[in-house]
């Protein structure tokens, strides 16, 4: 198998504060994690990819700085939106790949719903 | 750069009829090709994927879609559509082969499937 959970599913902070968002690859080591931001009836966005135990590699006019990604572990990368804004609501996903040269596919989790008031 | 146009935003299909969703890409060598299906709130599940070899491939729930290179296209198609596959389906193109730690995924802007009783 190869599932991915993300937590929370939804989230509503108050303008100005910070929340973290998990995604977990449950049953397989994930070296390469994706996170994505889905606007309304838009496609995904992506914003950077995580690799274990580097920086993560952030597209272009995504801010590093607002969006921390961490991606401690085979299992687990988290990210976290700093000093949200009403314009940061969104629904964000992540995806993850296995490891290895012939591991093309990306196995998504179930976004996250972040509403900023 | 990679680049994918789903050229209708909504179809509209009655339960029993069958259904083609069109994709064409742009990527300058061979590309890795993917259909998704995403039903609202929810993350991504992956339809059928495009590697090499046999261009009409199989895909869960019933859904082909055939990798045609002379039209840079990778049309999904389903015989006979069932109310449960109103959803919102995205076509993703991705480079051929091993690219390091990245093998980014670029989406389409999605269609809208919405199927009549």
């Known amino acids: 198998g190869a599932v991915v959970s993300q937590h929370p599913s939804r989230v509503i902070c108050k303008s100005g504060t910070s929340v973290k968002i998990e995604c977990r690859s449950l049953d397989f080591q994930a070296t390469t994690m994706f996170w994505y931001r889905q606007f309304p009836k838009k496609s995904l966005m992506l914003m950077a990819t995580s690799n274990e135990g580097s920086k993560a590699t952030y597209e272009q006019g995504v801010e590093k700085d607002k969006f921390l990604i961490n991606h401690a572990s085979l299992t687990l990368s988290t990210l976290t939106v700093t000093s949200a804004h009403p314009e940061d609501s969104s629904f964000y996903i992540c995806s993850a790949r296995k490891p290895g040269p012939r591991s093309y596919e990306q196995y998504f989790g179930p976004g996250t719903r972040l509403t900023v008031t | 750069a990679q680049s994918v146009t789903q050229p209708d935003i909504h179809i509209t299909v009655s339960e029993g009829a069958s259904l083609e969703l069109r994709c064409n890409y742009s990527?300058?060598?061979?590309?890795?090709l993917f259909w998704y299906v995403q039903s609202p709130g929810q993350g991504l599940q992956l339809l059928l994927k495009?590697?090499?070899?046999?261009?009409l491939v199989q895909g869960i729930k019933g859904f082909e879609a055939e990798f045609k290179r002379s039209q840079s296209s990778f049309n999904l198609r389903k015989p006979s559509v069932h109310w449960s596959d109103a959803a919102e389906y995205f076509c993703a193109v991705g480079p051929g082969g091993y690219t390091g730690g990245g093998n980014k995924l670029t989406f389409g802007t999605g269609t809208q499937l919405k199927v009549e009783l």
């Open positions: 990527y300058g060598a061979t590309p890795y």
């Open positions: 495009y590697f090499s070899g046999d261009t």
